[in-house]
């Protein structure tokens, strides 16, 4: 008999390019049936038919497991009447229905968890696939702005030069398209170094050269850049501290390079979103144990959907806001905040125009 069923479980249940390898199934399969059929039908060990069951869970398809369920079941059900000449009872019948029970459970539970475990190995394979990706252009990225730095530095000094008159006389049209070159470059070339900087800071961290740093004045020395744009954009700059418009000191322990970046980015990022004619405002707010900077702008104010994600590398957004960048200014800016024990955040502000603010831990007045 246990050769009919090894037979029987060949044929019937694996095909030839499943049965290599997997005759322990069949063996086992055989094996507790006929213990099965070998014993009076009150010895129930179809309980054991959940061994082939589980063990197809790792070695076979789910088709082939529900014919190995079905099988167990009805092996389990048929030795209620063969061999013949049994007196059936009521407990047998009742242990063998809960025996057929458990198998259909155990087959119900090994399909899902096998389920479960194709879709673990799929989305660890998508992970990995975009891992690889995302390496792979930030390696790129990084050489692409590595190999751009040199030639818009020679740029911007050809253009400089020209400006000078080394080259000749310039006249005053010349000039105003010489210096719109000029101004176009060095924006090209700080994205460039944006974009250096980001990959740096990923790849190696971020590293600050802390001293008391007085956020005020590195504010206005960070306007004080920007004029030229503004007025390009014939937006206001305003600046004032909390509820009073008085100058003050708000100390704190940073790397002023990278702080400076972070209120050019934000500042920048607020001229570019305001309407024509209208303005920009810095507010200076201190705390016995913190100070706040926020800048407002007068835009169209930030989407639900966009909040989320707005300090999120390469992120763009995709509201009606006027101007588009490379999506890294902010990242950067939450870099350097994270970096010094800071929070950066955005918000918007009624009735319209959006805020975006950092605080960072203070440390006493000079």
């Known amino acids: 008999m246990l050769k009919t069923l090894l037979t029987i479980s060949k044929n019937l249940l694996f095909p030839e390019k499943y049965w290599r390898g997997q005759w322990s199934i069949a063996l086992l399969l055989a094996i507790v049936a006929v213990m099965e059929f070998t014993t009076p039908s009150d010895y129930v060990f179809g309980y054991l038919y ?24 009805a092996l389990t059900l048929l030795n209620l009447f063969f061999p013949h000449g049994e007196k059936l009872f009521l407990a047998t019948v009742a242990n063998r229905s809960i025996a057929v029970m458990a198998l259909g459970v155990t087959g119900y539970l ?14 660890k394979a998508q992970l990995q696939s975009q891992q690889k990706l995302a390496s792979i252009r930030e390696d790129f990225v990084s050489t692409l702005s590595h190999d751009l730095k040199t030639p818009m530095l020679g740029a911007i000094e050809t253009i400089k030069a020209f400006g000078q008159a080394k080259f000749g006389e310039v006249t005053a049209a010349q000039q105003k398209v010489l210096e719109t070159m000029a101004r ?49 954009r014939r937006v206001y700059i305003s600046m004032s501290y ?12 940073g790397d002023s390079v990278q702080l400076q970046r972070v209120f050019v980015n934000l500042l920048t990022n607020g001229i570019n979103h305001s309407p024509r004619g209208d303005k920009v405002e810095i ?12 800048v407002i702008d007068s835009g169209l104010g ?7 994600h707005l300090f999120d ?41 959006a805020l975006f603010g950092f605080r960072l831990p203070a440390i006493p007045e000079k």
């Open 283 to 294: 507010v200076m707010e201190s705390y016995p144990n913190y100070q706040v900077v926020k």
């Open 184 to 232: 176009s470059h060095k924006m090209t070339l700080q994205l460039v170094e944006t974009m250096l900087d980001v990959y740096r800071n990923d790849t190696e961290g971020l590293k600050l050269q802390l001293v008391p740093v007085n956020l005020a004045a590195l504010a206005e020395e960070v306007i004080a850049t920007l004029l030229d744009l503004s007025a390009a």
């Open 50 to 73: 959940t061994g082939p069951i589980l063990l197809t869970n790792s070695h076979l398809s789910r088709w082939i497991k529900l014919q190995i369920t079905l099988l167990a079941v």
């Open 313 to 353: 590398r390469f992120y763009q957004g995709n509201s009606d806001r006027q101007a588009k960048g490379s999506g890294l200014g902010l990242y950067l800016s939450r870099q350097i905040i994270e970096a010094h024990g800071g929070i950066i955040w955005a918000e918007n502000k009624l009735p319209h125009g």
């Open 110 to 123: 090994s399909d899902r968890n096998q389920q479960y475990e194709a879709a673990i190995a799929q989305t």
């Open 242 to 253: 909390g509820e009073s418009d008085f100058r003050r000191s708000l100390w704190v322990n």
């Open 302 to 308: 930030i989407t639900p959907e966009e909040l989320p």
